[in-house]
C-alpha cells in the first residue's frame, strides 16, 4: 500500500518557510494504520528488540503499536517536566536556540536492545538526543526507524553509524 497519500503537506505551519507532514489523515484510516505497522516492523527484519523508545509527541502514535507486534515494552523520550520519576535529560542544538529530551533513569536495563521510533526525521538533533539518552543508559541502539524522512535535511549524516530506516523519503 502506497501511503503517500496519507501524508498532508500543511504549508508554514508551524512557522513561516516550514512544510509540515501532518500523518493525521493516515491515523483516521484503519487500514492505513495496519499498513504502516506492518511496513515498519518488516524494516526491523529478525533483529531482537526489547524496548521500543517513542520521541514525545508523534512518535507515540506507533510507537506502542510497534513494541507490542515486536513483544517488547514502550518507553517515552518526553520534553521536559512530563516525566514524574527520576530522570536524565539533554539538550541540543535548534536552528533557534535549544530544545531538551527526558528518559526515566530507570525505563532502560544495561544492554537493553533498542528501536527508537518517531514520525518524522528532519535534520536529525531530536533522534541524535534520543541516541544519547538511551546510550546513557547502557541501551544499545538497533535501528531509529521513521515514517518520513525528510533527505534534504541531512539528518541521516547526523545519525552516522546508526541504522536508519524509514517508509517514506522526501
Ligand atoms: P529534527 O530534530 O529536525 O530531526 O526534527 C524532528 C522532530 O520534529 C520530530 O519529532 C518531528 O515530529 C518534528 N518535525 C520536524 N520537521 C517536521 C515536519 N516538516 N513535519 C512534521 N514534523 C516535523
Given at each position: 500500500?502506497?501511503l503517500?497519500?496519507?501524508?498532508?503537506?500543511?504549508?508554514?505551519?508551524?512557522?513561516?518557510?516550514?512544510?509540515?507532514?501532518?500523518?493525521?489523515?493516515?491515523?483516521?484510516?484503519?487500514?492505513?494504520?495496519?499498513?504502516?505497522?506492518?511496513?515498519?516492523?518488516?524494516?526491523?527484519?529478525?533483529?531482537?528488540?526489547?524496548?521500543?523508545?517513542?520521541?514525545?509527541?508523534?512518535?507515540?502514535?506507533?510507537?506502542?503499536?510497534?513494541?507490542?507486534?515486536?513483544?517488547?515494552?514502550?518507553?517515552?523520550?518526553?520534553?521536559?517536566?512530563?516525566?514524574?520519576?527520576?530522570?536524565?535529560?539533554?539538550?541540543?542544538?535548534?536552528?533557534?536556540?535549544?530544545?531538551?529530551?527526558?528518559?526515566?533513569?530507570?525505563?532502560?536495563?544495561?544492554?537493553?536492545k533498542?528501536?527508537?521510533?518517531?514520525?518524522?526525521?528532519?535534520?536529525?538533533?531530536?533522534?541524535?538526543?534520543?541516541?544519547?539518552?538511551?546510550?546513557?543508559?547502557?541501551?544499545?541502539?538497533?535501528?531509529?526507524?521513521?515514517?518520513?524522512?525528510?533527505?534534504?535535511?541531512?539528518?541521516?549524516?547526523?545519525?552516522?553509524?546508526?541504522?536508519?530506516?524509514?517508509?517514506?523519503?522526501y
Open positions: 500500500m502506497n503517500r497519500p496519507y501524508i498532508r503537506d500543511i504549508l508554514d505551519f508551524p512557522s513561516e518557510g516550514i512544510v509540515f507532514k501532518d500523518i493525521t489523515p493516515l491515523l483516521k484510516d484503519p487500514e492505513a494504520i495496519r499498513q504502516a505497522v506492518d511496513a515498519l516492523i518488516d524494516l526491523i527484519g529478525n533483529q531482537e528488540i526489547d524496548i521500543v523508545v517513542g520521541i514525545e509527541s508523534r512518535g507515540f502514535f506507533f510507537g506502542p503499536l510497534l513494541a507490542a507486534r515486536l513483544n517488547a515494552g514502550f518507553v517515552p523520550a518526553r520534553k521536559p517536566g512530563k516525566l514524574p520519576a527520576k530522570k536524565i535529560s539533554v539538550t541540543y542544538e535548534l536552528e533557534y536556540g535549544t530544545d531538551t529530551l527526558e528518559i526515566h533513569k530507570d525505563a532502560l536495563q544495561v544492554g537493553d533498542v528501536l527508537i521510533h518517531d514520525d518524522v526525521l528532519a535534520t536529525g538533533g531530536t533522534a541524535k538526543a534520543t541516541c544519547e539518552l538511551v546510550e546513557q543508559l547502557g541501551g544499545e541502539i538497533v535501528q531509529c526507524n521513521f515514517l518520513m524522512v525528510l533527505d534534504f535535511l541531512k539528518g541521516v549524516e547526523k545519525l552516522k553509524g546508526y541504522e536508519i530506516r524509514s517508509l517514506i523519503n
